[in-house]
């Protein structure tokens, strides 16, 4: 059996894997279109300086499938969980910092009327209508807009609910309430394992290599997929014949190559990141986010050395800075200003990360469905894998994966 993967990221080597588990015999080529594997995830390792391009934090009981991925390739001795100030998460507002546990006055009454307000149709609406309908607008600008900034980078008005935070718009249908679907929800999540966060010590890069190793795919490297057949794909103009074409390509690329999605919209977002001498944050926590309505360049700064200590031996500081547009002088000029920092640093980079993140705009559920439908009609020898189908966390895709394969 012929099975072609495009796609060398985390969906893409997950399916590699799980598809050797299933057809132990089976030739499996994967076709990336970069020089390196792993799409988002990439470890880079500066002057003894670890810093994550893309994931970095997983919540340990959110990512079952991940952490079995991470046992099933042998890397269980590389698990390390945060720090416990990692559950100290700050908001910026008019100006300075505050802790978000700060904010919970501020939703006691919201909360109180909440199991009162009627539920909603049903229909899709965007996350801030959903938001200042079940919590007012107050509500839906300060505390929600940045929840969904820090995951989607995206714009609460055009981003839905239904498809972002589909637990949210469940709570609502099912228990006609947030607060009741919480109370309701803590109860079923009560046995799902250790609170906190996780990571590699050497980096998410450590999985990729090893998924890339132990699959055994034959892979091959800077070849762009170009068009998708019955009996194979087209690749760098050449034919690569396959019983089976895995798509793991992100959504605006499967989208052009089958024509059946062209306004597919990613979020861009430019990453940069600071190290430091010594430690120099003087607020320990996971970072802090950014509203939109502080008109801000900053979407939010993730603490990396404050979250994995494991991970900075020699005690530096390393900060991730996530900005509409990428400037270093500009989050220098942040560290100083909000955090106090007016070390120098002894490492800066920035890279733009282009169409980093799906946006799942109201009404994507029905798109997604639409494209689905008609993928299987004209392309019945394709599967869909990646992050526009179930959620964008690297747990989800590797769910996504693993279902195929392994039911
Ligand atoms: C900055 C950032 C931070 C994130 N943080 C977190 C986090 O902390 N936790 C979490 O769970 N998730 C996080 N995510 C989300 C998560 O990383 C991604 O959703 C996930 O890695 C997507 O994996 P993928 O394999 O589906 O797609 P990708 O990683 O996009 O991989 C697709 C691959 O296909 C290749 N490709 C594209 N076109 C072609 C073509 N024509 N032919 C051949 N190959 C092609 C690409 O080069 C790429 O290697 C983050 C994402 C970003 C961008």
């Not at 929600?144 to 995951?151: N, S």
């Not at 009560?190 to 609170?195: T, W």
């Not at 998410?204 to 055994?216: C, D, K, N, V």
């Not at 869909?384 to 392994?406: D, M, Q």
């Amino acid at each position: 059996m012929k099975i072609a993967i495009l796609g060398g990221g985390i969906s893409g080597l997950s399916a590699a894997w799980y598809a050797r588990k299933k057809y132990p015999n089976a030739e499996i080529s994967l076709l990336e279109q970069k020089d390196r594997l792993g799409g988002w995830i990439q470890t880079s390792h500066e002057n003894g300086l670890l810093f994550e391009q893309g994931p970095r934090t997983f919540a340990a009981n959110r990512s079952s499938h991940l952490v079995e991925l991470i046992e099933e390739t042998g890397l269980s001795s590389q698990l390390i969980f945060s720090d416990p100030c990692a559950e100290r998460r700050f908001l910026f507002c008019k100006g300075k910092l505050r802790r978000a546990a700060s904010f919970l006055p501020m939703l006691i009454l919201p909360l109180i009327r909440e199991p009162f307000i009627p539920k909603g149709k049903g229909e899709d609406e965007s996350i801030y209508d959903f938001a200042a309908r079940r919590l007012g607008p107050k509500i839906a600008n300060t505390l929600i807009d940045p929840m969904a900034l820090g995951i989607f980078a995206g714009d609460i008005h055009k981003l839905s609910i239904r498809s972002c935070f589909p637990f949210l718009y469940r709570w609502e249908q099912e228990r006609g309430s947030l607060v009741l679907g919480a109370f309701f929800s803590q109860f079923s999540n009560k046995k799902k394992g250790r609170k906190g966060l996780f990571t590699l010590q050497s980096g998410m890069g450590t999985l990729i290599e090893e998924l890339a190793l132990q699959s055994r795919a034959d892979i091959r490297f800077e070849t762009t997929v170009e068009t998708i057949r019955h009996d194979g794909v087209i690749a760098n103009g050449a034919f690569y014949p396959a019983d089976l074409v895995v798509s793991a390509l992100n959504g605006s690329t499967i989208g052009q190559i089958t024509g059946l999605w062209r306004d597919f919209y990613e979020a861009d977002l430019w990453i940069v990141h600071l190290a430091y001498d010594g430690d120099c944050l003087p607020k320990k926590g996971f970072g802090y986010l950014v509203p939109t309505q502080e008109g801000e360049n900053l979407l939010g700064m993730i603490w990396d050395s404050a979250i994995f200590p494991q991970q900075s031996p020699s005690g530096k500081t390393r900060v991730t800075l996530m900005m509409r547009e990428g400037n270093v002088e500009e989050a220098i000029a942040v560290m100083k200003r909000y955090l106090g920092v007016d070390a120098e640093p002894i490492f800066t980079s920035a890279h733009l990360a282009k169409a980093a993140i799906p946006q799942f705009y109201v009404g994507y559920g029905k798109r997604l469905a639409r494209f689905e439908e008609e993928a299987k009609k004209q392309f019945p020898s394709l599967i869909l894998l990646g992050n526009y189908l179930r959620g964008v966390s690297v747990n989800a895709c590797i769910s996504i994966s693993k279902e195929y394969f392994l039911g």
